[in-house]
């Protein structure tokens, strides 16, 4: 296996400032720019600056959010891993969001096209009060395909305590049972440091799972054939304007 066509990092880091948030933008293959921002508020869009995911890419976005800050990611469009023609691909994310600080993510499709090899990774470390809120849908093939292989894994940490660990691996070829079998979407909303409110929860709804981390917050999950089937987006935008608005 040949090395990678490129290694890439994209940096975003907010602190508070008097009249605006302090950012330090870092623009690898994918670029971040500033759409909004506060004393203590921050909105950045990520955007690819190239093809991606291409054979031998390595992609590493490092997020930082000072204590009592608010950052808010939003994914221009989705991502692709193309046949690698042999040659692995990764993507890793590692958030660090202080204490009583927000880091809401929304994360558009991951595709794995027929013939890719990709290692997904997401790490985050929470401090004291802080709150975690990421969308993520991962999507075995474009239409018509079965997909590549993709080994997805997460782990986050509140105050150096383990709060959720996950591996996944699948292939598009070799359909496994008990974990996508014949679908090819997996659909999930993540918040992690905080209980939602008691009334109208749009997660509740048939054909999603839903799971309690032990230090607050929600896993919510589908598993779908196609994205549109498994639509999160209600549970994303109740809970996103709920963290929100209490920041």
Known sequence: MTGPRSASITMVQVGAGADRARVVLRSGVIAARILERRPRYVRVGLVAAGALLLGG???DLRISVDPDCTLE???IG???AYDGEGRRASWSAHIEVGDRGICAWHGQPFVVADGADVDRRTDAELGDGAALLLRETLVLGRVGERGGAIRARAGIAVQDAPVLIEH???AGRFPAPGILG?????DSVVLIGREPAAGEQP????????LRPERGGLLIRSVVDAAHLGDLAPAWGALREELLHAA
Request: no cysteine; net charge negative.
């Open 168 to 170: 996944l691996d699948v």
């Open 73 to 75: 990611l939003e994914d």
């Open 182 to 186: 014949s679908d090819r979407v997996l």
């Open 203 to 210: 997660w509740r709804t048939g054909g999603m799972a839903v």
């Open 57 to 59: 890419d390595a992609v």
């Open 78 to 80: 989705g991502t692709v």
